[in-house]
């Protein structure tokens, strides 16, 4: 795939993916301004990026390790203070097992 | 207004305070009746804690009178971006979606602060999740500019720089992942420092974009802003992206180093789309530093036209990653009106989620999904490593940049609707992030309309005191930090 080929941005895939209800209201106003952005994006593929190494971070750190030892965390209470449902200590969800 | 106690810098706070002319309870009362007078106008708060806050000052106050007063903060009101934790109180980040949630504990920065004795007062307005430029996006209505009430603040962190300018807090912090705090301060006649990405921990952070987010502080003088960046800096081993630097007395080594330095102007920086006005205050400003003899040299950043398309492919789909956790299942908004399990997730989200966040989701899921990857995100990866290659070059012949802060002065609330005109306000400031540099903006000016005007200066990675230093001379041969805006 070339930048440079039309973008073709299937927004309902795209919100299924990202877990995300949308109305045919937003579905129509999203697709075209982000045909604008995506459009805009294309000029990125003019660029030679031959040989040249991505960057995830500015400055790369890797295997940061963190001392083995037990340190105090949420007390249940706490962890579940934001729960927005619970019972027995635990959060209440729909059945998903039928 | 200037004698008020609300305007006066930490520094001369702290002399205050030290004397025992002030006490806390007395500058935190101060802040907050001035809090409660302009704030239905200028907006800039989510939410505080009056009583918290008196209780804070007062055990300060006990601290000091024991002989335990813990630094220049003890006993200062600062004020805090709504998308860091503190624990026991709202944290929203401007989102119906987290509209209830309160924070289990304390982001390190929150917990620095209270140790060096903070009084920490308020929740600060900002886009939704830190996405935009204007503090539009906020779910519970826009800031607007204390310097003209039809005017945005700039953004993300819009409250942060309008309730500093306003007197409602002594300074504040903020967070910057493409200008979020240099923007805003420019755009309020603040001083804004974003950090060299890993300086600042960004445990208790709500996560943007996390390998451009860094938080850093607002302040009224560059002093302040060594003060609080000071506070805040560190190595974390909560946060396994924060580097293992040393922090200095950037407050000595802001007034120790005096130049002169060799600085580069970016011709990029300076093209279409530069108010006149702006161009001509750091126009000025380059002078001055020429006349303190200062070597000035054009320098060339070739990438910079890739940055923001750079940008907002990385910065979308690590918020399309970072924000897949609001699912309505352990915390946050819930549908009501969900069938099953899975169908929390896309009601709950579509309920939460404002436009803006639900734009950058849908993008940032569209670039990293399959058979598009290659073509956006790791092509982008690549271009950043190229933009950052860019500023190094520029590093070996100079020791820092001089650009626009924002290309415009505060514009007008609703001005700006289209999402890409939005997008290009931070051309100036998201290499920066892209190349985890470290910058500050510094007022230059007013328009002659009144409007403040900032001049961004980016350093080398982790020399965030010469920084303050090059800021400091400027600052100290100007006095545009002794305006302030008067509200009507």
């Known amino acids: 795939m070339t930048m440079s080929s039309a973008p073709d941005l299937n927004i309902d895939h795209v919100a299924k993916l990202a877990r995300l209800a949308l109305t045919a209201e937003e579905k129509a106003r999203f697709s075209q301004q982000l045909g604008d952005v995506l459009h805009h994006i294309e000029q990125l593929g003019k660029v030679d990026v031959t040989g040249v190494e991505p960057t995830a971070h500015a400055f790369p750190i890797t295997n940061v390790w963190a001392d083995d030892i037990a340190r105090p965390g949420l007390t249940v209470e706490t962890a579940l203070r934001n729960a927005p449902a619970q019972r027995d200590n635990m959060i209440v969800v729909p059945k998903v097992v039928e | ?488």
């Open chain 2, 1 to 488: 207004m200037a004698d008020e106690l609300f305007f006066k810098p930490i520094a001369e706070l702290g002399a205050l305070l030290e004397t025992k002319a002030v006490s806390s309870v007395e500058l935190t009362r101060a802040v907050i009746a001035r809090t409660k007078a302009v704030d239905g106008r200028v907006r800039a708060f989510n939410s505080y804690d009056e009583a918290d806050a008196i209780a804070q000052a007062a055990a300060s106050d006990v601290r000091r009178a024991a002989g335990q007063a813990r630094g220049p903060l003890e006993g200062i009101p600062i004020g805090l971006k709504d998308v860091i934790s503190v624990a026991g109180q709202p944290l929203t980040a401007s989102s119906k979606m987290l509209a209830n949630f309160v924070s289990p504990y304390d982001a390190t920065v929150t917990a620095k602060l209270k140790g060096a004795g903070a009084v920490i007062w308020g929740r600060l307005n900002c886009d939704e999740f830190a996405m935009g430029s204007s503090t539009e996006n906020s779910a519970f209505g826009p800031t607007v500019n204390p310097w003209d009430l039809t005017r945005v603040p700039g953004g993300s962190s819009g409250g942060s720089s309008a309730a500093l300018a306003a007197g409602e807090a002594i300074a504040t912090l903020g967070s910057d992942t493409g200008g979020s705090i240099r923007q805003p301060a420019a755009l309020c006649g603040v001083v804004g420092l974003k950090p060299t990405y890993g300086l600042v921990s960004r445990y208790g952070l709500i996560a943007f974009a996390s390998s451009l987010d860094q938080i850093g502080p607002f302040a009224r003088t560059v002093e302040d802003a060594a003060i609080m960046l000071e506070a805040i800096a560190g190595h974390d081993p909560l946060d396994s992206t924060s580097f293992k630097a040393d922090v200095p007395d950037y407050r000595a080594e802001a007034k120790r180093h005096q130049g002169p330095w060799r600085l580069g102007i970016p011709k990029e920086y300076f093209g279409a789309g530069l108010d006149p006005e702006v161009n001509a205050a750091v126009e000025r400003a380059i002078a001055f530093y020429r006349a303190q003899g200062c070597e000035i040299k054009e320098v060339s950043l070739p990438h910079t036209q890739y940055c923001l398309d750079t940008y907002y492919i990385i910065a979308t789909a690590e918020a399309s990653s970072n924000l897949a956790r609001y699912d309505g299942i352990r915390y946050g908004h819930r549908s009501k009106e969900a069938k099953d399990a899975v169908d929390i997730y896309f009601k709950s989200r579509a309920e939460g989620f404002g436009p803006e966040v639900k734009r950058r989701i849908i993008l940032g899921t569209y670039v990293l999904s399959s058979g598009y990857y290659d073509a956006f995100y790791l092509r982008a990866q690549k271009v950043r490593t190229l933009i950052r290659q860019d500023f190094l070059n520029a590093y070996r012949e100079v020791d820092a940049l001089l650009t626009p802060t924002s290309p415009v002065p505060a514009f007008k609330l609703g001005e700006k609707s289209d999402p890409l005109a939005l997008y290009l306000c931070d051309i100036y400031t998201i290499g920066v992030n892209l190349a985890g540099l470290p910058a500050l903006s510094v007022p230059c000016g007013f328009t002659a309309g009144g409007l403040p005007i900032g001049l961004q200066l980016i350093g080398q990675p982790f020399a965030e005191a010469n920084l303050l230093a090059m800021a400091r001379v400027y600052e100290q041969a100007h006095d545009w930090r002794l305006k302030h805006p008067v509200l009507p």
